[in-house]
């Protein structure tokens, strides 16, 4: 990997051919998501800026995927040359409106708070080509909260990527209202360069299709504990080893934090306005006591 340099921007593209004419790639906000999602667009050949307001993000963000790439290789995931080639295709830099400039997609995966997302959308409206796509990776915010506030709505779509973004295959790609056909051609043609699975919404809803599958099991099994009928050791038992999901729906909500969980409900409340969106109470009540599970060392399970 690479600070980024005047030369980096002019290199020869390696580009997959059937990319729409993507050939450069921005990704806005260097944390757990964005970085790995820099990391699959080098990976599938693509020139990638990664971005991020503070360095010591950035240079975070590398030394990890500097050890993941070396586990992978170790490992037999990925050949030597292969990641040397995507370090290679992978810069860096805080110069956020000139890595846009010069990128036919930008992807922003910075914190999850509307008016951040809001002034950044602004911002790179203005710098990019009007050409160029605007995706926001946001699990809950809808892309038109963000399209209002800039001049070329049509670019603007969710481009939703699933923790750990360079393992998992799924990504979710949503229009607003006014997202262009052009707009969803290219980037579904650069998801699919990504060699993701690409699963098309035709329109938009707060937690998209993933998720609200995901939550609907999860309430499921909170009204099931909640009107007595198991243990949650006992649901968590019978999604394993009668459904086969690698893990029952407590055992995730304590892997992904019990805390997110209860500000991902409350994040899709303030866009709905349906009681139904609330965190359910047992939630709450964790949420409260600190119990957030395997990062807390305590959840719905204790994590000695
Ligand atoms: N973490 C997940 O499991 C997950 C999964 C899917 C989607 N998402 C979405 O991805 C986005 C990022 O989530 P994350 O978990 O990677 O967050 P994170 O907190 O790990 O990283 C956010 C990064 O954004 C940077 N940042 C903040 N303001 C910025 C700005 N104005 N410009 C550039 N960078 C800025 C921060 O310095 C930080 O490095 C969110 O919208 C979230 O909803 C997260």
């Given at each position: 990997m690479r600070a980024q340099t005047e030369e980096?921007?002019?290199?020869?593209?390696?580009?997959?051919?059937?990319?729409?004419?993507?050939?450069?790639?921005?990704?806005?906000?260097?944390?757990?998501?964005?970085?790995?999602?820099a990391a699959v667009a080098a990976l599938a050949g693509f020139r990638t800026h990664l971005v991020d307001i503070a360095q010591e993000q950035l240079d975070a963000a590398a030394e990890q995927l500097r050890r993941r790439f070396d586990r992978d290789v170790e490992k037999g995931r990925r050949s030597r040359a292969q990641v040397s080639a995507a370090w290679e295709r992978l810069g860096t830099?805080?110069?956020?409106?000139?890595a846009a400039a010069a990128s036919d997609i930008v992807i922003e995966a910075a914190v999850e708070d509307l008016t951040i997302k809001r002034r950044i959308f602004s911002e790179l409206d203005a710098v990019c080509d009007p050409g160029t796509i605007l995706a926001t990776n946001s699990s809950n915010i809808v892309s038109s909260r963000v399209a209002d506030a800039v001049e070329h709505p049509e670019r603007v779509c969710n481009l939703?990527?699933?923790?750990?973004?360079?393992?998992?295959?799924?990504?979710?790609?949503?229009?607003?209202p006014q997202t262009s056909p052009e707009t969803m051609?290219?980037?579904?043609?650069?998801t699919r360069a990504l060699g993701k699975t690409l699963v098309t919404l035709r329109k938009e809803i707060p937690g998209f299709v993933a998720n609200r599958l995901l939550n609907a099991i999860r309430q499921e099994a909170l009204s099931l504990l909640d009107q007595g009928v198991a243990d949650f050791e006992d649901i968590d038992a019978a999604a394993r080893t009668a459904l086969r999901h690698?893990?029952?729906?407590?055992?995730?909500?304590?892997?992904?934090?019990?805390?997110?969980?209860?500000?991902?409900?409350?994040?899709?409340?303030?866009?709905?306005?349906?009681?139904?969106?609330?965190?359910?109470?047992?939630?709450?009540?964790?949420?409260?006591?600190?119990?957030?599970?395997?990062?807390?060392?305590?959840?719905?399970?204790?994590?000695?």
């Open positions: 980096s921007t002019t290199e020869e593209s390696t580009t997959p051919a059937d990319a729409a004419g993507i050939e450069t790639v921005t990704v806005v906000g260097a944390g757990t998501m964005g970085s790995q999602i830099t805080t110069d956020r409106d000139a939703h990527f699933f923790n750990p973004a360079l393992v998992m295959e799924c990504v979710e790609l949503v229009p607003h051609e290219r980037a579904a043609a650069f690698p893990m029952g729906p407590f055992e995730l909500m304590d892997l992904v934090g019990v805390d997110v969980v209860h500000m991902i409900r409350q994040a899709e409340y303030e866009q709905t306005g349906d009681p139904e969106s609330l965190p359910h109470p047992m939630i709450t009540d964790l949420y409260e006591a600190g119990r957030y599970g395997r990062k807390s060392g305590r959840g719905w399970y204790s994590y000695p």
